[in-house]
């Protein structure tokens, strides 16, 4: 994910959105660059995250990319005002019942996931938390960016947030509106 080692970039607002934010995704959906590479990747975005624990327990790679590819499916079902049919919700049901228990546990300086919780499983419970509330359904967006596809809960006062980070895609944007102006002026004393 980050060659340097770096911690990868969070702007969605909820696990759950930062992990299908590991990807980059065309207009149509479909996948243009995957953050998730090797196992390593996995556990610098877990650790990112928070989420120490549930980094060295997840399924293979391929199958985290199926479950995130489901789970974006389900959230832009919700996102474009639809309902979601049972096989949307199977992956991330599936997760859920999976669990083993305690999930939850004090950790000294609050609350995190139990060491027996794999990455799917808290994914599908911040999913789960997001999906059951409909204040934050509403506010569930994605970015139109070029090539970008970011999901994003849009927490500003008056819902008008509409990159999933100004400083990336909103700036670009802003630079192609320029760009477009300046070409389409007529040269000075035309």
Not at 48 to 65: F, K, N, Q
Not at 87 to 112: F, K
Not at 147 to 159: H, I, Y
């Amino acid at each position: 994910m980050m060659a340097d080692g770096s911690l990868p970039r969070l702007v969605g607002g909820r696990i759950c959105l930062d992990f299908v934010n590991t990807a980059d995704w065309s207009p149509a959906g479909g996948l243009l660059k995957d953050k998730l590479v090797t196992a390593a990747d996995v556990a610098v975005w877990c650790r990112g995250v928070g989420l120490d624990a549930a980094a060295s327990r997840h399924g293979t790679l391929a199958e985290l990319r199926a479950f995130r590819a489901a789970l974006r499916r389900l959230l832009l079902r919700v996102i474009e005002g639809g309902s979601a049919a049972p096989n949307d919700l199977a992956p991330l049901n599936a997760a859920l019942q999976s669990m083993e228990a305690p999930v939850l546990c004090s950790t000294g300086d609050g609350y995190g996931f139990g060491s027996g919780v794999k990455l799917e499983q808290a994914v599908a419970v911040s999913a789960a938390g997001l999906l059951a509330r409909t204040e934050d359904r509403v506010r569930l967006k994605y970015c139109p960016g070029e090539d970008c596809g970011w999901m994003f809960l849009d927490e500003s006062r008056n819902r008008r947030r509409t990159w999933c980070a100004m400083d990336m895609c909103g700036n670009r944007a802003k630079a192609r509106r320029h760009y477009r102006r300046k070409i389409g002026r007529a040269p000075d004393g035309a």
